[in-house]
């Protein structure tokens, strides 16, 4: 049987008929990076930085999966991938790892946090992405995508809009090598046209509908972008001359774990000019643009219907994306650009304004915070707290280290699965170290980056000899975190 969701701890006092209204803005594959309150100054995002301005951000939040699936799922459970599942999104392992308690698993995959609303009338609600958790959360639609992910059109496409001549400006574009992902292109359609836009229209019509009722809503709108199929409209792409990001040199590669060298880069590699580069990175930055002026859209009608300070507003991401840093594109590793997303939280009533929080924080802490601002009490068995002591400042630091997972054996993609297994991150404020923490793998392959004197995590130290303290510390963090232990900053 799964765990209650009633039993808990004290949290911010709110009688049932006076409980905010809840509207959670999802990204799909967007890293800290892409707005301009994280510090990207060729990023156009006002409205998502006038949330920060106005709330908290978190510089520091870490996802505990760097794929979709098992990092939402984490989310809305406030527990790690292992113990929940899935720990990839794919297949069957052909060998079970044996770090998995099948039987709690099963036992813990029952719960959801979002029951905890359910529960109490205030049944949350979705338009766009859903991903993972469908039964606890009503879907109110989604828009339809223009093209899929290899940017080919859609029936959707075909039917409404026919395919323009040509289909792309300039005929550029860029994909991955492999799989041939859509990674940057300009689409010659109108802004209004994409799904992103849509998406935007489905929101602003939900609202003002929801506008009419008395009771509090909880309403998460999930946007694509800017996941592959990448693609803007021509006034919506961002210079790539303005773009600063590296791009890795031989040195730094082949320092690199064998696993990402071969595997990782044969599933993500892209052999790219630096013109489909620098379209790449313009196109996946002008997608964040477009998601920015929905969100104005949202904002206004919160506004004009006096909703605004009524609404926690809560801003996340489900992981990162690589632009080509470190040879990669797309997701399933742990450098900064895949597991630091933005998260921001505005709730006058509640929260500072313009504060930052930069002690690192993990998304599973993230629902537990929301159930304590809307006055329920936060579930005393989950893994996820609620960040309200931080954001007091009762407390000075959070977590002794933070955690990620992924689990390649049970990936979707061969290359992965062969001889691999789950693998694993811990962050410190300091440092990171990535390696595979699992039986089936006897080499753990690892990489460790000093985060303060190395933040692009160029330099792989995990063979420099005179770091084995470090990483024997940062294994036994692994090996404390794997048992259940408490290892928050009391």
């Given at each position: ?33 892409v ?5 990207a ?97 009503n ?31 300039n ?15 300009i ?36 946007f694509?972008a800017?996941h ?10 961002v ?48 997608m964040i ?6 969100i104005?859209r ?7 219907q ?20 470190h ?5 399933r ?7 630091r ?85 811990v962050?410190?404020?300091?440092w ?14 690892g ?28 294994e036994?963090l ?13």
């Amino acid at each position: 049987m799964g765990i209650s969701l009633l039993a808990g701890c004290g949290s911010v006092a709110h009688a049932a008929d006076s409980r905010p209204n809840i509207l959670w803005i999802g990204l799909d594959d967007a890293r800290a990076d892409v707005l301009g309150s994280y510090g990207a100054a060729w990023a156009t995002t006002p409205n998502i930085d006038r949330l920060a301005a106005e709330g908290v951000r978190f510089h520091n939040a870490i996802v505990q999966n760097p794929v979709c699936i098992p990092s939402r799922n984490s989310m809305k459970t406030g527990y790690y991938p292992y113990e929940v599942g899935p720990v990839e999104m794919g297949r069957t392992p052909e060998v079970k790892g044996d770090y998995i308690d099948h039987e709690r698993m099963s036992q813990l995959n029952e719960t959801s946090l979002l029951d905890v609303w359910t529960n109490s009338g205030m049944k949350p609600m979705n338009l766009g992405k859903l991903h993972a958790r469908h039964d606890c959360i009503n879907d109110l639609g989604d828009a339809p995508r223009l093209v899929n992910v290899r940017g080919e059109p859609t029936p959707f496409f075909r039917q409404q809009i026919g395919i323009p001549e040509p289909l792309y400006l300039n005929d550029l574009t860029a994909h991955t090598k492999k799989y041939q992902w859509l990674i940057g292109g300009i689409l010659n359609v109108k802004p209004e046209l994409t799904e992103t836009w849509r998406l935007g229209d489905l929101a602003v019509e939900q609202l003002h509908e929801l506008s009419e009722q008395e009771d509090p809503f909880f309403l998460r709108v999930s946007f694509h972008a800017p996941h592959v199929g990448c693609y803007v409209p021509p006034e919506y792409f961002v210079d790539p001359a303005l773009i600063d990001l590296p791009l890795p040199t031989e040195e730094e590669r082949a320092l690199k774990p064998r696993f990402e060298q071969g595997p990782l880069h044969e599933y993500a590699g892209a052999d790219l000019t630096p013109e489909q580069i620098g379209l790449a990175r313009g196109t996946y930055f002008g997608m964040i643009n477009l998601v920015d002026v929905q969100i104005g859209r949202i904002l206004n009608v919160l506004e004009e219907q006096g909703l605004l300070n009524k609404t926690i507003i809560a801003f996340t991401s489900d992981q990162g994306f690589q632009l080509g840093e470190h040879g990669l594109w797309k997701k399933r590793v742990f450098y900064e650009d895949n597991v630091r997303t933005p998260f921001i939280l505005r709730y006058p009533k509640a929260l500072p304004k313009n504060k930052t929080i930069e002690d690192p924080v993990e998304l599973i802490d993230f629902l537990p915070t929301l159930l304590d601002i809307s006055g329920f009490d936060v579930p005393r068995e989950i893994r996820g707290r609620s960040l309200m002591p931080l954001i007091n400042g009762q407390v000075a630091a959070w977590r002794k280290a933070t955690f990620s997972e992924i689990d390649h054996s049970q990936s979707m993609y061969d290359e992965l699965r062969q001889g691999t297994g789950r693998r694993v991150m811990v962050r410190t404020t300091d440092w990171k170290l990535v390696y595979f923490f699992d039986s089936r793998v006897a080499d753990k392959d690892g990489a460790l980056y000093h985060l303060i004197e190395d933040p692009g995590e160029r330099i792989n130290l995990y063979h420099d000899p005179q770091y084995r303290g470090v990483i024997a510390r940062l294994e036994d963090l692994a090996e404390r975190w794997h048992k259940g232990e408490n290892l928050f900053i009391e």
